[in-house]
């Protein structure tokens, strides 16, 4: 005996002349899902109509990854301990391997704790204010395509420094903002964002000139927005949006160093009150 589906008991009432509010109140459905589902059969016929519902309802087979991308993978996460956006990047400029953020993140949760589900986030505070110069400095990265320049900004003076790294690693990072904090010094909070770059080896050495390591809450860029704004600015006034390869690091470092002296002595800040943090500096200092 065939099973009569609700769609054609609906259309054989309908048939025999009940109205649709009558089959509403019989189905237990509302009046609209009743009209709606006349105006498809009305267009598609009965058995187009219930074979479309049958296959919408199947859940759609979800593809799985090639063993080799897993490989790489697990081996990208092993050696960075990157997250799965900067895995998605790394993936398709080393390799040409176009993968989904989401189907990384499958990768991860499958070999990786990620993050334990009963554990809280880590408590980092209220957003820091500084008061005098070197307080707070935020640093950040920046992806000049071969090249990454990692900057930092004084909050209270706006001072700026940029170092080109070759990679996002911790090692790298460790290398660039050593040479960072020996020109800006020592501070109270030294801030940075989550990623891979001020990992452990990196934090250590941020750890010997400031008091304290402050990484801002995930995919919350306003609690770095003096970096951002330095960002903006060095993008379209120094930079611009080309990809520079590891040859033209020393000539695009001389060419930062150059923009930076203008930024220091010459360009006015409205957060600065049309100063330039020059001037901030040397008026702190009487």
Aim: hydrophobic letters at 35%; charged letters at 30%.
């Amino acid at each position: 005996m065939k099973n009569v589906s609700i769609y054609e008991l609906a259309w054989e009432l309908v048939r025999s002349g009940v109205s649709a509010s009558e089959i509403a109140k019989r189905l237990d459905k509302h009046r609209v899902t009743i009209y709606r589902w006349l105006k498809g059969i009305r267009y598609r016929g009965i058995r187009r109509f219930v074979k479309e519902k049958e296959q919408a309802k199947r859940k759609r087979k979800r593809r799985c990854l090639d063993t080799r991308v897993v490989l790489k993978i697990k081996k990208i996460r092993g050696e960075t301990g990157w997250c799965g956006e900067k895995i998605v990047w790394e993936l398709n400029k080393r390799y040409g391997i176009k993968v989904s953020k989401a189907s990384v993140y499958r990768v991860l949760n499958k070999y990786y704790t990620l993050r334990s589900k009963w554990k809280k986030n880590q408590a980092r505070g209220p957003q820091p204010k500084a008061v005098k110069p070197r307080d707070v400095i935020q640093a950040d990265t920046v992806d000049l395509g071969g090249l990454f320049a990692y900057t930092a900004v004084d909050i209270f003076t706006r001072e700026a420094l940029v170092v080109l790294g070759d990679t996002l690693e911790a090692k790298e990072g460790a290398k660039c903002v050593r040479k960072i904090l020996k020109t800006l010094g020592s501070c109270q909070i030294f801030q940075t964002d989550n990623g891979g770059e001020f990992g452990y080896e990196c934090s250590q050495i941020i750890k010997q000139s400031a008091l304290r390591h402050r990484k801002i809450h995930a995919r919350r860029k306003n609690e770095n927005a003096y970096i951002e704004s330095f960002h903006r600015s060095l993008r379209k006034e120094c930079v611009g949006w080309i990809k520079y390869t590891k040859k033209d690091k020393q000539g695009l470092q001389h060419l930062i160093d150059q923009y930076l002296i203008h930024y220091h002595t010459e360009r006015p800040h409205l957060g600065l009150g049309l100063k330039t943090p020059a001037e901030v500096v040397m008026l702190h200092l009487r």
